[in-house]
């Protein structure tokens, strides 16, 4: 059984910064294609950005240029970097991988964008 475990949320205040961690088991990570996403209250999960094995990345509008998806493949783990946060950032962040006809999702992390 895939298991995915996310770590770094937080508090933080406008234009600051957090990296969030998800780290998988599995001896094969290097071949997953590995997102997140996140749900704000009371909205639709949305996909915030993906990466594939190859390391070729895709981001949703309202994150392109201010976060940074990245994995490495020796520790299992793939990265969010989260710069110039928003108060629209606000949301539970999940780590997400398909694998074998089955979505594999983390218990999510909290970011709370907020002075």
């Known amino acids: 059984q895939l298991q995915l475990v996310e770590s770094g949320g937080g508090l933080v205040q406008p234009g600051g910064s957090l990296r969030l961690s998800c780290t998988a088991s599995?001896?094969?990570?290097?071949?997953?294609?590995m997102g997140w996403y996140r749900q704000a209250p009371g909205k639709q999960r949305e996909l915030v950005a993906r990466i594939t094995s190859g390391e070729s990345a895709n981001y949703a509008d309202s994150v392109r240029g201010r976060f940074t998806i990245s994995r490495d493949n020796a520790k299992n783990t793939v990265y969010l970097q989260m710069n110039s946060l928003k108060p629209e950032d606000t949301a539970v962040y999940y780590c997400?991988?398909?694998?074998?006809?089955?979505?594999?999702w983390g218990q999510g992390t909290q970011v709370t964008v907020s002075s």
């Open positions: 997400n991988t398909f694998l074998g006809g089955t979505t594999y």
């Open positions: 599995g001896s094969i990570f290097s071949l997953y294609v």
